[in-house]
């Protein structure tokens, strides 16, 4: 480019900024067709209220990890609450098995707000407590100081070979988990949000990233972990295990407004609701236990409003043959169906089952959240 | 040296234990180490002069994990010896001095005592082989370290689990260390801050050679009740004499010896007896915890229905501690224990049956 050129360029860029300082209260520059003139300023966006995931009884994470036979998934339970400890109930596949075994893991209110251990796998012949050491979050001091400082030293209990080849990334491990140890930094740049899917609609959490290389005896792993940023609950939305992911794609949790409520509106007003909170085993129709608060929502609603019939609709994402996934779908909403007649004593009659496959895609299927996403139970009341 | 084994088959190896297999397995050499000091623990100088002798030092020898001073507090007494090798904390091999063990064994005059085991490397999947199987035997308990008060123990190790009554383990990174207390008179507080010690010291432990203690245990040990028969502690004239007359001959199986005789009433009357001659402290508090815990479970079942079984403490008798229980009687006199699964035994023919058979045991240590 020639001087005067540059010059140019130069000026046509900073002329409209230039004018900016011209512009009265209230407006601002903008360049149109090729002149800056001043127009009314867009009111300030105000900042969007920061998103909390309570700590509480019922919050149930799913973690969903990509497979080759599709999206694994994982669901994670807080099955109770108090001022000392909380408990978290995560269900696994039985290796070799239909159905899961459910595993929990109590975790001392005093341990998540500071210590520096993080378990991250649960081994057969676990204890149900760990004193000294959180699951799957940061204590909130490791929080702050990574914030604050931008490194903290940091232990964490898992599997040298988690993920990899024969290696199931959700599953019990057997044996084998050790304490590495090492350096968490804050990877600068990194990405502000994740977004999760939040009692049903997307949401973009806040999220610190941090990165490290974990060592014990000739043993090393990198690790790189997304901790919601929030003191009350630090919780690791996303972990990177050398090759290793896994993400949450899936946050539901009892909200002051009952879920059995929230359907009636919707179904009241739209003749559809997604029914958040129905989890099922990878690749079956089976219900998993976490399910039960969803299926007492609907149970709840079908009670209160005996003249109103409802068609379960399963829907799956688009992974794998589309047949299948119409057969899945069916066999699913029929499960959920199923539980509500046989597990509520509702009238048969009033429900029907569908299944519609991956052909009702609500989100992107490139990514796991959109994946996630799709995989979900609808309720369609017959409107006049 | 050391067999790397071992941990593996620990749970196996406690819950046959409990069930009385406790033997004394004479026939164990104590290998070429140097004879050590009489009386108390090698100094630095013996030490040096032990490793010379004995070879090589091992780098990862558990007794370099404990020093003197903290193994004599833990223990509330002077060592009888400096700390040796042995084969196992509990089972044949446990007390008996073993150049090639893995286990290092601190003892007192009178017998309490208590073992270190470390596993430098794969600790993690060591530790978690005996909480699989714990998994499925001690389905309660889960190896969970609450207290009576209800806290819980924390400490500098990543994760710690107390399997059957008495082994602590803790592990740090992939390293793990083992302090079985069941032999001493020590809460599992002291057994973790014993092993946070321990694991302190993994990367440099102190010269200290388990193998240089193993002669003078080996010399201690043969001042102890020699037999490993458990039948006979009783002829067939002690029964009748204190008992009544014997239905037949007694039945060995391992350290358990059955009696079937008729009693001073006329009426058929029997007793297995399980003799541990060693480690009896360790065996005694074994039983106990076995009791409590299958206690607990019954206890639970039956609160419905009314159906309860507890234990009498402190039963008087020629021994230290008695625990009668509604399964088996439970008892132990200077680290030797016999417990009792009888029938038609009044507990006057308890107490002069185990009173005879412990100073047969004591005699026999005497000789």
């Known amino acids: ?384 | 040296m050391h067999t790397r084994f071992l941990h593996v088959t620990l749970l196996a190896a406690s819950l046959a234990a409990l069930s009385g297999c406790g033997q004394h397995d004479k026939t164990t050499t104590t290998g070429d180490a140097t004879p050590a000091p009489a009386d108390g623990m090698a100094d630095s100088a013996t030490t040096a002069a032990a490793d010379l002798a004995a070879g090589a030092p091992d780098p990862h020898d558990p007794c370099g994990l404990i020093t003197q001073a903290e193994a004599e507090a833990f223990l509330g007494g002077p060592l009888a010896g400096p700390p040796y090798l042995s084969g196992n904390p509990i089972g044949d091999r446990a007390e008996v001095p073993d150049a090639d063990g893995s286990v290092c064994w601190y003892s007192t005059a009178d017998n309490r005592n208590f073992t270190v085991t470390a596993e430098w490397e794969q600790g993690g999947t060591i530790s978690a082989g005996v909480a699989a199987h714990a998994d499925k035997a001690e389905a309660a308990t889960k190896g969970l370290l609450k207290l009576k008060d209800g806290t819980e123990l924390t400490g500098d190790w990543d994760e710690a689990r107390l399997n059957g009554c008495c082994d602590f383990s803790a592990l740090q990174g992939d390293s793990l260390v083992e302090i079985d207390f069941g032999g001493s008179m020590a809460s599992t507080e002291q057994a973790a801050e014993l092993a946070d010690k321990a694991l302190a010291r993994l990367p440099a432990p102190l010269s200290v050679d388990g193998r240089a203690g193993v002669a003078a245990a080996q010399k201690r040990l043969d001042a102890r009740y020699a037999s490993d028969d458990p039948c006979a502690l009783w002829s067939a004239e002690d029964i009748t004499r204190l008992l009544g007359a014997p239905s037949g001959p007694p039945e060995r199986s391992g350290n358990e010896c059955t009696w079937s005789f008729r009693n001073k009433q006329g009426r058929n009357a029997m007793f297995v007896a399980t003799v541990n001659p060693l480690n009896g402290y360790r065996m005694f508090r074994a039983q106990n915890a076995t009791f409590a815990g299958f206690a607990k479970g019954i206890n639970a079942m039956g609160a419905a229905e009314g159906v309860q079984l507890r234990a009498s403490q402190g039963v008087e008798g020629p021994w230290e501690a008695a625990v009668n229980g509604p399964i088996q009687f439970n008892s132990v006199r200077k680290d030797a224990s016999i417990a009792l699964r009888q029938s038609g035994m009044s507990e006057d023919d308890i107490r002069a049956l185990l009173g005879h058979a412990y100073d047969r045991i004591e005699a026999g240590a005497a000789r």
């Open chain 1, 1 to 384: 480019m020639k001087p005067i050129a540059k010059l140019t360029c130069c000026l046509a860029l900073w002329l409209p900024m230039l004018a900016a300082s011209a512009c009265e209260t209230g407006q601002t520059s903008r360049v149109l067709d090729g002149k800056a003139r001043c127009v009314a300023a867009a009111k300030p966006t105000p900042p969007a209220p920061a998103v909390r995931i309570p700590l509480l009884r019922g919050l149930a994470t799913t973690t969903a990890v990509s497979g080759p036979k599709g999206d694994e998934e994982q669901v994670a339970t807080i099955v109770s609450a108090d001022a000392e400890r909380i408990a978290l109930s995560v269900d696994f596949r039985s290796p070799g098995k239909v159905g899961i075994v459910s595993r929990t893991r109590q975790m001392r209110r005093a341990d998540l707000a500071s210590s520096n251990r993080l378990n991250h796998v649960f081994q057969t012949g676990d204890a149900d407590s760990f004193p000294g050491s959180t699951m799957s979050r940061l204590s909130s001091a490791s929080l702050a100081a990574l914030k604050r400082d931008g490194q903290i030293p940091l232990v964490v209990g898992t599997v040298a070979d988690r993920g990899k080849a024969g290696q199931d990334l959700l599953g019990l491990v057997p044996a084998g988990r050790k304490y590495f140890r090492g350096v968490l930094t804050r990877v600068p740049n990194a990405p502000a949000t994740l977004t999760v899917r939040v009692n049903g609609k997307p949401a973009a959490l806040p999220i610190v990233r941090g990165k490290g290389r974990f060592s014990v005896g000739a043993d090393s792993i990198e690790l790189e972990l997304d901790v919601l940023d929030d003191a009350a609950n630090p919780m690791v939305l996303r972990m990177r295990q050398d090759r290793a992911q896994g993400q949450t794609v899936r946050i539901d949790y009892p909200s002051p407004k009952p879920q059995a409520s929230v359907l009636e509106t919707a179904l009241a007003t739209s003749c559809r609701a997604e029914l958040n909170g129905i989890y099922f085993d990878f690749g079956q129709a089976t219900l998993l236990p976490a399910s039960k608060p969803a299926l007492d929502a609907a149970a709840q609603l079908m009670r209160a409003k005996p003249g109103w019939t409802l068609r379960i609709e399963g829907h799956t994402d688009s992974i794998g043959n589309a047949a299948a996934n119409q057969f899945l779908s069916q066999q699913r909403a029929d499960a959920v169906r199923s539980a509500l007649i046989t597990q509520y004593t509702l009238p048969a009659a009033r429900m029907t089952a569908s299944g519609f496959g991956s052909t009702h895609p609500v989100a992107s299927n490139a990514t796991l959240e959109g994946r996630a996403a799709n995989r979900r139970v609808e309720l369609a009341r017959t409107c006049p």
